[in-house]
C-alpha cells in the first residue's frame, strides 16, 4: 500500500507482533510515516469451503472484525470468523 494511502492502526513505537494482533499490518521500510495501518479494503466473499479460521468458536462478530477478518454466520457448520481473500499486503512482514 502507498505510505500516503495508510490508515493509522496503532500508536508511535507499537511493535510488529502488537500491531498484527490488531489484525493490521506493520511495514516499517520507510521512515516518517504510519508503520501499523488498516489494510487494503476487505474481499470477503469467500467460497465456505476455503475459509481459512481467524478467530475461536463462539467468537462475536464485533471481535472478529476487530482482528481484521471478515464474519458471516449465514452457513452453519463452517468458520464464521475468517482471513479476507489474500490482497498481498495482509499482515506484511517488512
Do not use: L
Request: aromatic content about 10%.
Amino acid at each position: 500500500m502507498n505510505p500516503p494511502d495508510r490508515v493509522e492502526c496503532g500508536y508511535p513505537g507499537i511493535s510488529a507482533d502488537t500491531c498484527r494482533s490488531r489484525g493490521c499490518c506493520f511495514n516499517s521500510a520507510i521512515r516518517g510515516v504510519k508503520w501499523c495501518f488498516h489494510p487494503k479494503a476487505q474481499v470477503c466473499d469467500v467460497n465456505p469451503a476455503d475459509r481459512v479460521e481467524c478467530g475461536y468458536p463462539g467468537i462475536s462478530a464485533d471481535t472478529c472484525r476487530s482482528r481484521g477478518c471478515c464474519f458471516d454466520s449465514a452457513v452453519r457448520g463452517v468458520k464464521w470468523c475468517f482471513h479476507p481473500k489474500d490482497d498481498g499486503e495482509y499482515n506484511s512482514t517488512a
